[in-house]
């Protein structure tokens, strides 16, 4: 089982310190950023091949670190997770081999990422590669809208750990963004104080059609800012907790609040060339992550195109409730599942069995009585280390 254990809520820090707390308008681009090597982009191809030969399938739970070692990249993965969980909360990582099939990019992908944690579903069919374009491979999202031209704004991701492979850039080639959500609450502190009560109370969420039958909204509120044995934690994406469209109706006081965080945020944040063969890994909560609008595609096929996965950490940021400020987002309908609770699900399930918009895989996601998942993640043995 996974250590997501609940920890001791203790007081509000009147500032955070450390590396989880940058600004962008000064952070050092070396700080957050790597290369992978000549051995270890060897190495990934080495495995592309053998998992290739091999035909092995993503959502069989077939590409597991122990199948697939990544010996060169370990002591890279382990600096990542450390950075994710202690330290900056992003890392850009670059030279990724992106000249190759598109199915072996994905498998390969997948198993980098599940050499830093535990990959989990994305959507509603299941999906642990997501591919964020508006080309054919655009997967089936619910009522969300991803790999539209629109400026993104910085937000969240419902895991732990949002990673973002570019394997197409758009001709304008627009730059990302992120933010250190550490620094935000500094600021809010010190500048925006009354702001904080409303989002510390946090709001329900808005499932995005993506939920389980009984699950439009969230029963209970995630708190924006939550502090556990000192550490502050962020949860935001206004795209999902502000809905009145969709009956979350937020009061004023966190209409102004969340303004506030988008302001300021917007002020703080690092922006960087994203290139082709560049991936992005960003802490759900400690920063945000967002681009601006890019032109449309020109022709068709050459969309802007990403592959994103979420991760969870087993040792990660500790929450007081992780059922609600880590699992509470992201484990309903068919959303939050490792590739091994999939396989099982599909392989135990009656013949045929595809998770869809019509086909929920509920019984792996028992409820507490206030409706928080009641189940923690399950890790499976290859990645007992990480």
Request: net charge negative; proline share 8%.
């Amino acid at each position: 089982m996974s250590k997501c254990s609940p920890a001791a809520e203790t007081a509000w820090p009147q500032r955070v310190t450390g590396p989880s707390a940058w600004d962008g308008r000064t952070l050092d681009p070396k700080s957050v950023r790597l290369d992978l090597t000549p051995p270890q982009v060897a190495e990934l191809l080495v495995q592309a091949d053998a998992m290739r030969a091999a035909k092995v399938q993503i959502s069989a739970a077939e590409i597991t670190p122990a199948r697939f070692p990544l010996v060169e990249f370990a002591a890279t993965a382990a600096h990542i997770r450390h950075e994710l969980s202690h330290g900056h909360g992003i890392i850009v990582l670059s030279k990724f081999p992106v000249d190759q099939p598109d199915d072996d990019i994905e498998r390969t992908y997948f198993l980098l990422c599940e050499h830093v944690g535990v990959c989990v579903t994305q959507n509603c069919s299941g999906g642990l590669v997501h591919h964020v374009t508006l080309g054919p491979k655009a997967p089936n999202m619910g009522r969300r809208t991803v790999g539209s031209a629109g400026h993104v704004g910085l937000h969240v991701d419902l895991s732990d750990v949002v990673g973002l492979l570019c394997v197409r850039q758009n001709s304008d080639n627009p730059p990302s963004h992120a933010a250190s959500t550490m620094t935000l609450y500094n600021e809010l502190v010190a500048h925006h104080p009354d702001a904080l009560p409303v989002l510390k109370q946090g709001a329900p969420w808005f499932r995005q059609g993506e939920h389980g039958f009984d699950e439009r909204i969230t029963p209970f509120s995630v708190p924006i800012f939550s502090v556990a044995d000192g550490q502050v934690s962020c949860r935001y994406n206004r795209g999902w907790q502000e809905r009145p469209d969709e009956g979350i109706a937020v009061s004023d006081e966190h209409h102004r609040a969340f303004d506030i965080i988008d302001k300021v945020a917007g002020d703080i944040k690092y922006e960087f060339e994203f290139k082709r063969g560049d991936i992005q890994l960003v802490s759900n909560l400690t920063a945000f992550h967002g681009r601006d609008a890019h032109a449309p595609a020109e022709t068709a096929g050459t969309e802007r195109w990403l592959m994103r996965t979420w991760l969870y950490l087993p040792d990660f940021r500790p929450v007081v409730d992780p059922a609600i400020n880590r699992l509470g987002i992201l484990r309903h309908g068919n959303l939050g599942l490792t590739a091994a609770e999939l396989a099982h699900a599909l392989s135990s399930g009656p013949s045929g069995l595809q998770p869809g918009p019509d086909v929920t895989l509920d019984f792996l996601q028992p409820r507490r009585p206030d409706g928080a998942p009641l189940r923690t993640i399950v890790i499976p043995p290859h990645t007992s280390s990480l």
